[in-house]
């Protein structure tokens, strides 16, 4: 066993124009070093001046402000006195910092060999032997700025971007001296296959020898002993296809099995690892796990920690947080441009999650295209496959983040590649995490494809320009089924979405209390003032919680439609976690510090009901029904869990005062099929006033709800005491001069905002061509939806009247269907309000129902409006001149 000397504790730290004391591990930030964050340090600040959103004066609104902020060279330096002597009969010391930026380390006066590292995600290891005597001066000198490594791409990368950890500057996990014999064992690795293992076993000599060596473990039918010869330096010793008892229990989701293998032999140190008993493989267009199908349900970590600006680094942590991911219903973790600390390793070992790192590398422009990027880059993937070899719960890797390059830069991903599979076989890999915006299609040097499109197709619900199938297609069953088929033309690589969702939620201002570390939420600050100042802070818990509810609504669109699409081989969120920075995406379930919203759409339960590897789905043709209509419902169970199933669906239709239910015929379903388990065929009853009804299904221990609206069949009709006009003409004044009443609907709307059906995708200061409306926060309580009931959030019978058009309208006005608008703008708009007008009353709507009624829900909803308008509730009490209407519209 190693034997080894602290050095965590308390060091002198330099900067230019700043001394003190500090502790590490830590950073400077922690301890007060640096200048104040620079409010013009903002993501995209050219958007930020088209939008008009941010102005001299104001603090950063695009990330959360850090404390303190240093960029270049810091020195920490520290004489440590420990006992040389007692352990003489060690002969090599390395100095070893767990995580770091670039580094270099003097040790009296004199430079220390790096032998390992060298970039920001593996441990660092400097050969000091030699140099220390048992009363040492250490220099170590970390610089963030990294003067000989790819600046632009890493600083970019959520591995020290700003805008998730922070480019932070210091030292972090385990900082020591690691003592050694003359031959010691440097690591073991173990590679599972499906019955047995490969070892391999690294020795490091200071001169030639013989050894002998024995393995064993528990987990292996036999020990095995041999002998080796050393030459001088680095030994690998490879014992191959060492079988593997058949009742040892293997590594699975959920099924954090783990066993041990020991080295041992005379004159060395005995040398114990963990290892997991799995095979991850692609084969025939699917991900095989212990070869049984599954379907990943990942989600994309993007380094956000409030707090430290960093990682934490200790086991315990990233147990509680890969729990709270898989509360949502998480079985694979997508770290972003970045690779976590090994701690999170090992708690995904014991969790039974898989996990996919990602080089240090976001560079959408030319990525490797010169040779100090390539070689950095190789260097990472050198010393991070190893370093991450024993952990059953490493799966993949990709090289990076939406990665671009030209002939040059591709020729060297796939060396790249190369060198991975050269390393290590027993992972997956590609080129890149939506490489080239997946506009030139799959890699033949790719284990696997993940992408938001495959040549220009979409393969997720929408993006930036709020173009796709959820704002375009009216609602009902969708699937990725004809993409797939065109894939497969040209690859039978595993295939997964990239990034689904990005739905923009309100934030929950109460979060600014939670931050008590090194940075500030000054963004929220801003935001909650401008809230205020617009009028929307008193009910802006109920407008949180609209948001929250449509875009979970879209969430679970998103991952059907996915789970639907045969040979599809699983989907990748981003995200159920809020993103603080690049221009604020607080589009999570969970707040930036991981906590649940306190709100019943961010329910881990509900989510997780649809987030599954076995989800019973309706293939709902529409949602929105009149009176009689014949209805088909097929039911598709589809089941990536580890146990076939058989049974049968029941199910059950209720309304207010209908009840339809039924059993369909048994249904076998087997591991990783996606099978119809049989159809729901009914006619629907007369109904004389609009109704709510929930499908209920179940099919085994898994159940599933959808919501539908059935609308009565009728003609639409006008009384007489209503005008209906889409302008305020003459005759409209002369109608209001009586004190009647006139409905304005007009169809050509030049000061009306666009809008959309789904949330403003990630921001608008990321994205600048959307409108940046978020759904709406509509007034159930008001007497208009007696006869169009509706809830205060946006659900799918508005799918036609969300995409219309909204009003920016005066703070005196309280509309009955209010649209949310993304935090940058801070509007006040509304698509149906009502008030007094020359002498008249008037409903105003924007929503252009008159080109709607096609739609039955569109036509309800204006039969609705004109029975209130007929009726004594309808007495408005905001008073607005004509001319405040006429600017209106």
Known sequence: MSHFVDLAGTWRCT??????????????????????????????????????????????????????????????????????????????????????????????????LSVAGRNLITPWCFDVTGLVCGDDEITIFSDNSYPTWPQTALTKSSACADETQTNWNGLLGYLRLRLEKEVYIRNVYVYPDTNSINVCIVLDSLHADSLRLTISSPALRESHTLCCALVAGENSVWLHSLDVLETAPRWDMQDGNLHTLTVAGEAIDTFSVTFGLRCFSAREGQFLLNSRPVFLLSEANCAVFPETGYPPMDVESWMIILQSYMAYGVNCMRFHSHCPPEAAFIAADRLGILMQPELSNWDPKDTFADDTTYAYYANELEYLLPWLANHPSFVMLTLGNELHADAEGHKRMHDLLTLARTIDHTRLYADGSNSHYGFLGPDDHSDFYTAMTFLHRDLRATSGDMLGWLNQCYPGYMNYDSVMADIRKMTMQPVFSFEVGQYEILPDFSEIESYHGITRPENLKHFRERACASGLLDDWTARVEASGELSRLCYRAEIEAALQTQGFSGISLLGLQDFPGQGGAFIGMMDAHLRTKPYAFASPETFHSFFSDTVLIAQMPKYTFTSHEHLTIPVMLVHFGKQNLAGQVQWQLAGKSWRASGRLAEKAVSCGERAIVGHITLTLPTVHTADVMTLTLSFCSVTSTYRLWVYPDLPLYCPESVMVCDRLSDDAFRHLSKGRSVFLSPTHLPSGIPCHFSPDFWNVCSFVTQSGTMGQYIDDAHPIFRTFPTDSYTNWQWWPMANQYALQLPQGIKPIVAVLDTLLKMRHLGSLFECRCFGGKVMVSSMRLSLLRQYPEARALEQAIYTYMDSPDFEPNAVLTPEEILALI
Do not use: M
Not at 44 to 62: R, S, Y
Not at 77 to 87: C, G, H, P, V
């Open 15 to 112: 900067i230019p124009g700043q001394s003190g004391e500090l502790s590490l591990p830590g950073t400077l930030e922690e301890y007060g070093f640096g200048s104040p964050d620079d409010p013009h340090r903002q993501w995209h600040p050219e958007n930020l001046e088209k939008l008009n959103a941010w102005h001299e004066g104001d603090p950063i609104v695009t990330r959360l402000t850090r404390s303190h902020v240093f960029t270049g060279k810091a020195i920490f330096r520290r004489r440590i006195i420990w006992n040389r002597n007692a352990l003489s009969e060690r002969t090599r010391v390395f100095l070893e910092c767990e995580r770091a930026r670039e580094l270099t380390i003097q040790v009296n006066g004199k430079q220390a």
